[in-house]
Each structure stands twice: as structure tokens, then as C-alpha cells.
């Protein structure tokens, strides 16, 4: 019973196998001269760990927002692999690893912005008290409403002064996050599987599309 | 049982799936098409390609299997494309090929797109006596090759510029027609008159060929003047087509003598091509061989007749994208 994280949002790609919860891989320990892609990464975790697809029971996949190909990429190699061996896929948001990430670190509101097309944005909003609200739009018109109560907040990836701009009223805390921390796909299994799909349901990357259309599950 | 072959083929804007066996028969083909999407461009859009893609490819799979009786456990392998095509739409079918073959505990290889055109004649039944002149005609490709087998082509010319389809497409959008323009134009020009004198590129010389002074022509006809139908626009415009098509072909199959011509791709539909090609061939004394629509356009069933060459030549390239793949490679 081993659980499969699949992570193509940030620079470094990632494939994790854990079992109960215990890292038996993690390609972001290994260094190689040449760039793998993620299934090269995958047949490297097989040889490294010895261990057989046949034990995954599971898949949690990262679904963006990042770049467009990537996570394409390793959404539909973690589709058909759910789907070839009849297990679940469990998505989550690029945003809200990132949120986590920065939650784990210091316990304070967090912003994680991810710029997609033009000048509109996803946009997670983290409390650590309720789930994380992931917007899109642009700055301008979605964070008025969303940050009226804040004194002081992180913010993840390289947008920090455009919100402060906006908001000069507002502390903004930089603690340099720029990358999630692919390992909560597995220190947040229990709470990442509750989202699990099973054919014919399956995990989509995150798009400006199916975000208005409200056909992901974040 | 292990005597069918998967192909997965979504280089462009449709995701086709087949079972096939190593004589060609189609147990089961499923292509889920995107030209409603992208109608509202006038051509393929590539990321909302890719993105119908992803959503489409599993259920397509799926239904591939549903429609053939048969568990993955009892195919061979697994054949898909990795070029030449459109970024996006490539990786979803290689990465799901990926996947399902190390779900399933099968070899995935990757197969070239225009070698899969070339095998669609001999889908169901075989067609084709080598060697072999084919003239492939297609949105994104218009070459003649001749085939001493299966494996072995010859390239013996290409387009200079645009391809075929792309200048019916694009002569299409300029009469206010719905993408994809080739069926509509065909239709349009039935009803009209070749009147117009459009010029036949590189017409006279050689096996290259050449449409964008044509496609500029017509857009230059258009601009200047109302005065002409536009069926017989279509009509004057498909005749140019053909002409230069049938030419060429009559001059490589002198040079190349071959036992059968073949005429793949999209483009094969129109009707007047098909016609004029059955008088060439009478002429030559060759034999027509022209598949059926539904292999002459993009399906996952030549994927998987071409996969079955690779095997048997033991020719196993790694399923990874090469966007600019030529007729030469595997
Ligand atoms: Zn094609």
C-alpha cells in the first residue's frame, strides 16, 4: 500500500512513494546533469525504491496552477496511471501547497499569488482556521474584499510589492517562499484524500476555464 | 492472447484511440473530435487543444476497450504518437501512454505520425501493392514518397510553403466558410464554374510543391472584386488544386514506377481529387488505392498498424515528443 505524490508546478518537479505516511522516495533528493521530465523520474523511483506500480494504492497530484505544460504533463500521467492499475487520484492545488508550506514555517495569514495570463492571478487565501479560498482575477479587484480585515500577512512567490502598493496599510511578511514543499502531498494525505476521484471522474489541471466554470475541486 | 496493438494518436485537435491486429483489421476505433471548439477560431487552437485532450483521452481509452470486448491484459503493447504535431496536444498522449503502460505492465513506444498516414490504406483489408507511390495531403502535410515496403520510404518531395489542408482552410475562411474549410469548399465547388484562372504553382517542373500563391491569389481576387460567384471562386480554386496534385503525382509515378497509388491525408476526401486520381491511375495502369475517409483523416488505427511495423522491425524509439519529426525517421 503505497501512496504516489506527483508534483509539476514548481522548478523542481517531483515524485514521492511513501508508505503509511513514511518517504520512501523523493526525487528532489537526487541530483542529475540532465533535466528529467516527470516520467523519467518516476521509472528512477521504481529502480531506486524496488518498488512495484502494482503496490500504489494511491495518487496525489499537484494540478497548477504552473507551467501550462508541466502540470499537463503530470496530470495525465497521473490520470492514466489511476486509471490503468483502478486507484483513486487525489488533486491539489499548486496554491494551496504553497499556503501550507508557508504555514508550516510561521502560523500567519497567508496570500499566494501565481500569475496565469496577463494580469489576472490565482489567488489563495490560507487562515490555518478554514479551508483555503483560491480566487482568480485581477489584484486590483479581487484582494480589497478579501484582505479588509488584515494587519499583516505573508506572501508567497514574487508579487510582494504589488500588494503593497495597493495596500500600504498592511504588514507584509517575506519569509522568501517561492516553492512549495511537495512533501505535505504526503504529510497531508488524510486531508488530500478525502478529495479522491476515481475513473470516470478524474483530476484536470487548473485553467482560468474550469476555475469560472467551478469544475475543480480544490 | 496478445495480438493487438493500442494506438493513441492526438498530435492535433482530435484524441483517437484503436485496437488493431497485425493484419490491419480495426477491432474497435474511437476519435473524440474538437471541431465545435475550435470552429470559433477558424483553426485548432493548441492549448485549448491540449485541454480537451486531457479531459477526453481516458473516457476514449476507455470506450476503445468497451468497444472491443477485450482487457488490457490481452494487447501487445501500446503505440503513440510523438510527432511530428502540436506540443500540448503530443505530451497528454504520450504521458497517458506512459501511464497505461505502466499500469497495465505493457511496452509503450513511439511512432511517427506521417508513417502512421502512410499505413491508413491498409486498414481492414490490404490495399496497397509495393512499391508504392503515395501522395499524403493533409492539414498539416503534403508530400509524394514512394514505398518499397512498409518500413521503406523514399521522400521525393514536399510543400515549399503551406500544405494542402492549411490552403483550403484558409481559402475557406476568406469565402465566410466553417473551419474545416475542405469539406464545405468541396461541396461549394460542385455548384460552381472553374472560370477563374488561378495560377498552378511550380507547375511545370519538378515534384515540389508550392500553394501560398495560390492562396494569395484567391485573397487578391476576393479584395479586388465582387464580381465572381463564390461557387465558382471554390470551384476555380479546386480545380488549381487538383491539376497541380494529379500532375506532379503522373510525373513521380513516371520516374518511380510503382505498382499502386495511394492518396492519404484529409485532403483524399474531396471528391474531385479522388476522380481525377482513378483517371491517372487508368492512364498509368497502377492501381487506385484510397481508404476509406474515416482512415484518410487523423485516427488511432494507423498509429497502431505502424506500431505493429516497429515491433516487427524491432525498431522501439522511447515514446518522448520530437515536434519536428521527418518522414525519414521512426
Ligand atoms: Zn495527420
Redesign the interface.
Known sequence: MLTLGISTSFSNYAIIIAKAGDVLFNSNDLHFEEKKNITEWFEVALEESKISVKDISKIIVDIGPGGTTSVRTGVAFANSLAYSLGIAVCPVSSIELLSMTSWAQQKTTVLSLIKFMKNDYFIGFYDGKNDIRILYGELADVLPDLLKDEKSLIITGKFQQKVADLFPEIEIINLGIMKGDTELLIKNEDLFSKRALKFPEIAFPISEQNYANNQVHF | MSDLILGIETSCDDTAIALVSENGDVISSVISSQIEIHNEYGGVYP?FA??EH??T???T??AAFDQAKIS?KDIKGIGVTRGPGL??SL??GI??????G????KPVIGVNHLRGHLRSADLEEQRVKFPAMVLLVSGGHTFLAQMKNPMEVQVLSSTRDDSVGECFDKVGRMLGLDYPGGPKIDKLAHKGKPTIPFPRPMMDKGLEFSFSGLKAAVSRLLAATDAHEDADVAASFVQAIVEVLIKKSERALKKHPSKSFVIVGGVAANSQIRAAAQKLSDKMGVELCLPPIKWATDNGAMIALATWDYFKAGIIKPPKVQLNLTMSEF
Open positions: 492549448e491540449a485541454r486531457i479531459q483521452i481516458i473516457p481509452v476507455k488490457p506540443v500540448g505530451l497528454v504521458n497517458t501512454a506512459i501511464g497505461l505502466h499500469g497495465w505492465n
